[in-house]
């Protein structure tokens, strides 16, 4: 419950008709991505920085976890309520404030959709690279605090090689300025880049100055169809060595393809163990070459069929065979685990093939695409939590997992972020002093611990909130 005081506080800061503390509001803005669900006690919608600002000194005086949210589309809990609080949303902040053609940056507010972004800038003929696959409803204020990765990382890299400013409002109320409108820039400390990847841990985002890149003429899609994962993962090699970056290069694994082939617009034959989804982009002469070239030195590798869009309904349908991977896992088991862990772009196949010998294991299902082009797996565990004893099955089976990356010289999440999901397993990849100097730098921006608390970091490291 919150305090009469405290809401009648919040509400000369937002107005009425931005704070909700009904039970049906509280439950709306419980849940993300994951599923999971905590209520908060209150939810504030900001309209500017500076009621950020105040809303941040209020939670200070009277000790109330905070919890910035923008589209809610987060995989890891980041902004989830645990100890229950404020869930401040920050989607009414949604302007483009500018698209400067001459320095080739904008400048946003966090709640700005990302595909919005990129549909104005395109009209300018610019171009905004990171595209998570959520890009259609997630913010771009959730993009930073995430670091958003996506598809085009391959080729354009994630959304912090995109940051090149931000203002921010500290969890003690100041807002500050790091970074700019220049590509230069070493006075002092780079905050900026400590901001993006934060988890909405060490401040709120209020405004933010992107990079933008002139438009690629055009793209080219191909699909190529192989007879073995081992074919496919040397494709993806043989591709880099020919001195080819594609936009993206997707793969799927052989139990990811038996999900889709009946919904499938390519056909996909029984034979068929794993695809490589390839896109390049730049000038219309060069992808021509170089969609030639990748068809060269894909083809002495158990390649089944290729298929390369002429037009763009054709690399719709491509990118159709993409989108229907996460739909239809579920017919294998109700209940998905989903991670994305990270490996060496060479390791891919060694990562594959532990991921085949722990679902024989086990004798769980685990179904496997994602981004061959960065070596960023996206691990799906499907099971039915309703037999007995497969709570604890998953927590092992992730374990080995996530130690399987780490032995590979990977990361346990490339997008996603720790949140909740992956607090037990960091240690397993950040040493126990790193650890210590990242609660350090969280101390310092958050004296009471009342900004996001309970992500990222196992224990509480101030003040527990007052509720
Ligand atoms: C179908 C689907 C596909 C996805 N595909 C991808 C993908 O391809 N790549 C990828 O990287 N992710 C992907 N995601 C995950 C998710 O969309 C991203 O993490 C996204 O960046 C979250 O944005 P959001 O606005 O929904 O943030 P939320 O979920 O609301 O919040 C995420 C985190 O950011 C913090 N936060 C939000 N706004 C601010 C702010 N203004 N200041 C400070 N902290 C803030 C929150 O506290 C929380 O910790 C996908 C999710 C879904 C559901």
Same mark, same amino acid.
């Given at each position: 419950?919150?305090?009469?005081? /405290?809401?009648?506080?919040?509400?000369?800061?937002?107005?009425?008709?931005?704070?909700?503390?009904?039970?049906?509001?509280?439950?709306?803005?419980?849940?993300?991505?994951?599923?999971?669900?905590?209520?908060?006690? /209150?939810?504030?919608?900001?309209?500017?920085?500076?009621?950020?600002?105040?809303?941040?000194?209020? #939670?200070?005086? !009277?000790?109330?976890? /905070?919890?910035?949210?923008? #589209?809610?589309?987060?995989?890891?809990?980041?902004?989830?309520?645990?100890?229950?609080?404020?869930?401040?949303?920050?989607?009414?902040?949604?302007?483009?404030?500018?698209?400067?053609?001459?320095?080739?940056?904008?400048?946003?507010?966090?709640?700005?959709?990302?595909?919005?972004?990129?549909?104005?800038?395109?009209?300018?003929?610019?171009?905004? $690279?990171?595209?998570?696959?959520?890009?259609?409803?997630?913010?771009?204020?959730?993009?930073?605090?995430?670091?958003?990765?996506?598809?085009?990382?391959?080729? !354009?890299?994630?959304?912090?090689?995109?940051?090149?400013?931000?203002?921010?409002?500290?969890?003690?109320?100041?807002?500050?300025?790091?970074?700019?409108?220049?590509?230069?820039?070493?006075?002092?400390?780079?905050?900026?880049?400590?901001?993006?990847?934060?988890?909405?841990?060490?401040?709120?985002?209020?405004?933010?100055?992107?990079?933008?890149?002139?438009?690629?003429?055009?793209?080219?899609?191909?699909?190529?169809?192989?007879?073995?994962?081992?074919?496919?993962?040397?494709?993806?090699?043989?591709?880099?060595?020919?001195?080819?970056?594609?936009?993206?290069?997707?793969?799927?694994? #052989?139990?990811?393809?038996?999900?889709?082939? +009946?919904?499938?617009?390519?056909?996909?034959?029984?034979?068929?163990?794993?695809?490589?989804?390839?896109?390049?982009?730049?000038?219309?002469?060069?992808?021509?070459?170089?969609?030639?070239?990748?068809?060269?030195?894909?083809?002495?590798?158990?390649?089944? +069929?290729?298929?390369?869009?002429?037009? #763009?309904?054709?690399?719709?349908?491509?990118?159709?065979?993409?989108?229907?991977?996460?739909?239809?896992?579920?017919?294998?088991?109700?209940?998905?685990?989903?991670?994305?862990? /990270?490996?060496?772009?060479?390791?891919?196949? +060694?990562?594959?093939?532990?991921?085949?010998?722990?679902?024989?294991?086990?004798?769980? $299902?685990?179904?496997?695409?994602?981004?061959?082009?960065?070596?960023?797996?996206?691990?799906?565990?499907?099971?039915?939590?309703?037999?007995?004893?497969?709570?604890?099955?998953?927590?092992?089976?992730?374990?080995?997992?996530?130690?399987?990356?780490?032995?590979?010289?990977?990361?346990?999440?490339?997008?996603?972020?720790?949140?909740?999901?992956?607090?037990?397993?960091?240690?397993?990849?950040?040493?126990?002093?790193?650890?210590? !100097?990242?609660?350090?730098?969280?101390?310092?921006?958050?004296?009471?611990?009342?900004?996001?608390?309970?992500?990222?970091?196992?224990?509480?490291?101030?003040?527990?909130?007052?509720?």
């Amino acid at each position: 419950m919150i305090d009469k005081t /405290v809401l009648k506080r919040l509400t000369e800061i937002v107005g009425k008709e931005n704070v909700f503390d009904q039970k049906s509001d509280r439950i709306t803005h419980s849940y993300d991505a994951t599923g999971r669900s905590y209520l908060p006690d /209150v939810v504030v919608y900001a309209g500017s920085a500076a009621e950020v600002s105040e809303v941040m000194k209020v #939670a200070n005086r !009277y000790l109330i976890p /905070v919890l910035p949210r923008g #589209a809610g589309s987060g995989f890891t809990g980041g902004t989830l309520p645990v100890q229950g609080g404020i869930v401040l949303v920050l989607t009414r902040m949604d302007r483009i404030l500018a698209i400067d053609t001459e320095n080739l940056v904008a400048v946003v507010e966090p709640g700005v959709v990302t595909a919005e972004l990129q549909r104005q800038v395109e009209k300018q003929g610019l171009f905004y $690279p990171p595209d998570p696959a959520s890009k259609e409803f997630c913010t771009m204020g959730g993009n930073v605090a995430e670091c958003a990765g996506g598809p085009r990382c391959v080729k !354009y890299g994630v959304t912090k090689d995109y940051i090149m400013g931000l203002e921010v409002v500290t969890p003690t109320g100041e807002i500050i300025r790091t970074g700019g409108k220049t590509l230069k820039n070493v006075v002092g400390y780079d905050l900026t880049k400590l901001f993006v990847g934060s988890e909405g841990t060490l401040g709120i985002v209020t405004r933010i100055v992107v990079k933008l890149l002139p438009k690629p003429e055009a793209k080219k899609t191909m699909l190529v169809q192989f007879s073995t994962i081992d074919g496919a993962a040397r494709g993806v090699s043989e591709i880099i060595r020919a001195k080819i970056i594609p936009t993206t290069l997707e793969f799927l694994d #052989a139990s990811t393809i038996d999900c889709i082939r +009946d919904i499938s617009p390519v056909p996909l034959p029984e034979e068929c163990r794993a695809i490589l989804l390839i896109e390049v982009d730049g000038d219309r002469e060069i992808i021509e070459k170089q969609a030639v070239r990748i068809m060269e030195v894909l083809q002495p590798l158990s390649v089944l +069929d290729t298929r390369i869009a002429e037009n #763009a309904e054709e690399s719709e349908e491509i990118w159709q065979v993409r989108r229907s991977v996460s739909s239809s896992m579920r017919k294998i088991n109700p209940d998905k685990f989903n991670e994305d862990i /990270v490996v060496p772009r060479s390791r891919v196949p +060694d990562m594959i093939r532990a991921l085949e010998n722990l679902s024989r294991e086990y004798g769980v $299902p685990i179904v496997n695409f994602g981004h061959a082009g960065d070596g960023n797996i996206h691990v799906n565990v499907m099971v039915d939590l309703r037999e007995e004893g497969m709570e604890e099955k998953v927590h092992n089976v992730m374990e080995d997992i996530f130690r399987t990356a780490v032995e590979l010289e990977g990361s346990i999440s490339g997008e996603h972020g720790i949140g909740i999901s992956k607090m037990d397993y960091m240690g397993m990849e950040v040493s126990e002093i790193t650890m210590r !100097y990242m609660e350090k730098i969280k101390e310092s921006f958050d004296p009471n611990n009342i900004l996001n608390p309970g992500k990222i970091f196992q224990k509480p490291i101030a003040a527990e909130g007052a509720l």
